[in-house]
């Protein structure tokens, strides 16, 4: 096989791959707390024909070498964690974070999901949960008689009762961080999980020791900018179609040489 066939081929994988991560990032354009992923590629192994630094005389070494590469393939898909826009929403039970940290979520099985998604709700027992039921840790319990509810910066939960004349303190939301956000594995519903890579999470009040502070009544939009996205996707189906000639021009060497040699 013709060498550059292998290597175009690695080039049109690795551009397939890059276009699914634009359209994910275009899909997601609109999700609640989203980070932006980035396609991460490295060059393969290269067959080393002539070694830079050999001796080609015996006064005299080789200043560059012959080295012939096999292609591209990706290797990570990092995600951006930079700020969202904050919206405002106008929602007392909508929360946005200012900053580093993540809301701690309890999973079906026990273990903690974290999310940038502060879109939460009421269930009937008067718990704060997310839109798919999944609670708040610390959990955070809303009284039956509270008529209205403030969630201050540093994540101080209060309730303003019926027939009481000053709020009653009910929790405080406390926030996760992790030494290395791009670790956190992404399991979808806009939830990660902690790995090896992200460290363990260091848990602390809202607006304390490097965590972000608590917007009420707005949400953190996408950090996908549409016109970046766009540009990628010009720039990944231009260089999809490139490695798509290489492949067309290494197939006709192959049959001239066929036919006429």
């Known amino acids: 096989m013709n060498p550059a066939l292998w ?23 609109n999700t609640t707390g989203f980070k932006r992923d980035q396609a991460v590629f490295e060059d393969l192994i290269y067959q080393n024909i002539r070694q830079v630094g050999a001796q080609s005389a015996q006064d005299a070494a080789l200043p560059s070498g012959l080295s012939i590469g ?46 940038r998604d502060g879109t939460f709700q009421v269930n009937s027992d008067g718990q704060v949960v997310t839109s798919s039921g999944a609670a708040l840790q610390p959990n955070i319990t809303i009284p039956a008689n509270t008529q209205s509810v403030t969630v201050a910066p540093d994540g101080t939960v209060s309730a303003q009762l019926a027939n009481s004349a000053t709020p009653t303190q009910i929790g405080s939301i406390q926030l996760a961080d992790f030494i290395n956000p791009v670790g956190l594995q992404a399991i979808g519903q806009n939830l990660y999980r902690e790995s090896g890579s992200s460290g363990t999470p260091q848990i602390g009040a809202p607006g304390s020791n490097g965590i972000g502070s608590l917007i009420q009544g707005s949400l953190e939009t996408s950090n996908v900018n549409v016109v970046e996205e766009l540009v990628s996707m010009i720039e990944t189906q231009r260089a999809y179609e490139m490695n798509s000639k290489a492949i067309s021009a290494a197939d006709e060497m192959m049959r001239f040489v066929s036919n006429n040699l």
Not at 7 to 28: E, F, I, P, S
Not at 72 to 95: H, S
């Open 7 to 29: 290597v175009a081929k690695t080039g049109l994988d690795a551009q397939q791959m890059r276009l699914n991560v634009v359209a994910n990032n275009l899909a997601n354009v």
């Open 70 to 115: 096999t292609g591209v393939r990706p290797v990570a898909t990092e995600k951006l964690f930079t700020q969202g826009n904050i919206a405002i929403t106008g929602n007392n039970m909508d929360l946005a974070i200012q900053g580093r940290g993540f809301f701690q979520i309890l999973q079906s099985d026990g273990s903690i999901g974290y999310t």
